[in-house]
T-cell receptor, first 113, second 117 residues
Framework: AQSVTQPDIHITVSEGASLELRCNYS??????LFWYVQSPGQGLQLLLK??????LVQGIKGFEAEFKRSQSSFNLRKPSVHWSDAAEYFC???????????FGTGTRLQVTL | GAVVSQHPSWVICKSGTSVKIECRSL??????MFWYRQFPKQSLMLMAT?????????EQGVEKDKFLINHASLTLSTLTVTSAHPEDSSFYIC?????????????FGPGTRLTVT
């Protein structure tokens, strides 16, 4: 069965600094990979997704992620963080049947001014 | 496009009563809907998958008699928490996909916070 690991539970960055959130997956083949953001008390918003092709994918709000097969990783990056980016970020993998997603445990991003 | 709504956004109920949460796809036909449960500061745990007109498929460990899921139409799924207890207090999120959705792509609702007193 597939699994997703987000090693960082909590990250704090200064506004304007760069950001990288880590995501590692475990799956025998190439999975479908997603990054979602969740603001407090809200549902999930899709930031970006990777299915195939170019391993560097661009998303909304200035985020990007790079799929590295050799490292089984799909890290999320943003060159300059804004205070409004403070939220919970979830990496998810879709694999197998039934269209189900498996979520990582999430990384809480705090942005200091 | 691809908007999913949930109602209510929050609900408080007394222990022993039942509460129903609605999940609607507003601008597409949801062939499949998913129900998740999220504890504070934790990840989403899939509770069940429902296909329109079929019985829901529950994940291991989820009590199907306690969490009744109905997906009677292509735009509506309901989750009924029966005989609720304080330990059922949680944030419940639904998601949906349609025929045109990309692989594993799901559109998420805003969630419903349930508090059982």
């Amino acid at each position: 069965a597939q699994s997703v690991t987000q090693p960082d539970i909590h990250i704090t960055v200064s506004e304007g600094a760069s950001l990288e959130l880590r995501c590692n997956y475990s799956y025998g083949a190439t999975p479908y990979l997603f990054w979602y953001v969740q603001s407090p008390g809200q549902g999930l918003q899709l930031l970006l997704k990777y299915f195939s092709g170019d391993t560097l994918v661009q998303g909304i709000k200035g985020f990007e992620a790079e799929f590295k097969r050799s490292q089984s990783s799909f890290n999320l990056r943003k060159p300059s963080v804004h205070w409004s980016d403070a939220a919970e970020y979830f990496c998810a993998v879709g694999a197998g049947t039934a269209s189900k997603l498996t979520f990582g445990t999430g990384t809480r991003l705090q942005v200091t001014l | 496009g691809a908007v999913v709504s949930q109602h209510p956004s929050w609900v408080i109920c007394k222990s022993g009563t039942s509460v129903k949460i609605e999940c609607r796809s507003l601008d597409f036909q949801a062939t499949t809907m998913f129900w998740y449960r999220q504890f504070p500061k934790q990840s989403l745990m899939l509770m069940a998958t429902s296909n329109e007109g079929s019985k829901a498929t529950y994940e291991q460990g989820v009590e199907k008699d306690k969490f009744l899921i109905n997906h009677a139409s292509l735009t509506l799924s309901t989750l009924t928490v029966t005989s609720a207890h304080p330990e059922d207090s949680s944030f419940y999120i639904c998601s949906a996909r349609d025929w045109a959705s990309g692989p594993y792509e799901q559109y998420f609702g805003p969630g419903t916070r349930l508090t059982v007193t």
